[in-house]
């Protein structure tokens, strides 16, 4: 039954919107950028619609943009909530813009956007990657069955399902256990380099 809240229809258009974002994206990178000299606003829009073209011509493109612009939304609109949260109570727009090119902040926005890219190319090509790789696409070389998510007990690695291997691999209690020494070790470092 349709509703009025029901957005399933704009799946369907979803190549529209990834057109009009990339093309306002470029666009707007060669307008603040200049890279040609200042005045040549038909050809930078010209650029913009070609790249814009050339990207919704690439599926594997299509879908790693429609993976990251949530996430990268989500992102900003985080960094947007901490901001404004400091300028209400009194800081100024000078202030904010140091707290942004701060050398303890600007790391760690850099590599939250590094890891929804990896993200985005791991949901994009990981399927592929795994069926391509083992050329066995799922068959058990021993017993000649298919290998399916649900076959395999105790969390292995083994599957045809590149997103349960991933879940498989970071819940996996030596990744787990890895993962809590190096955030003590950062921590560690963190607390130990303001002492000095």
Do not use: C, W
């Given at each position: 039954?349709?509703?009025?809240?029901?957005?399933?229809?704009?799946?369907?258009f979803s190549i529209i919107f990834v057109f009009l974002l990339v093309f306002t994206i470029i666009y707007a990178v060669l307008e603040y950028s200049n890279p040609f000299g200042g005045g040549k606003k038909g050809l930078h829009a010209i650029i913009a619609?070609?790249?814009?073209?050339?990207?919704?011509?690439?599926?594997p493109a299509v879908i790693m943009i429609n993976f990251m612009t949530p996430w990268f939304l989500v992102f900003f609109l985080f960094i947007f909530f901490i901001l404004f949260s400091v300028r209400m109570f009194g800081t100024s727009e000078a202030d904010t813009?140091?707290?942004?090119?701060?050398?303890?902040v600007?790391?760690?926005l850099v590599v939250f956007?590094?890891?929804i890219i990896i993200a985005g190319f791991s949901y994009t090509f990981g399927q592929t990657l795994l069926e391509e790789g083992t050329g066995l696409e799922g068959v058990n070389a021993e017993?000649?069955?298919?290998l399916l998510p649900g076959d395999i007990e105790g969390?292995?690695?083994?599957?045809?399902?590149?997103?349960?291997?991933?879940?498989?691999?970071?819940?996996?209690?030596?990744?787990?256990?890895?993962?809590?020494?190096m955030l003590v070790g950062l921590f560690t470092l963190i607390f130990?380099?303001?002492l000095t």
């Open positions: 039954m349709a509703t009025f809240l029901d957005v399933g229809i704009l799946e369907k619609l070609a790249v814009a073209f050339l990207i919704i011509i690439s599926k813009i140091a707290i942004i090119k701060d050398a303890r600007y790391p760690y956007a590094i890891v017993k000649g069955e298919i969390g292995s690695t083994k599957t045809t399902s590149f997103s349960q291997n991933v879940l498989n691999t970071v819940i996996h209690p030596k990744v787990l256990g890895f993962i809590a020494i130990l380099t303001k």
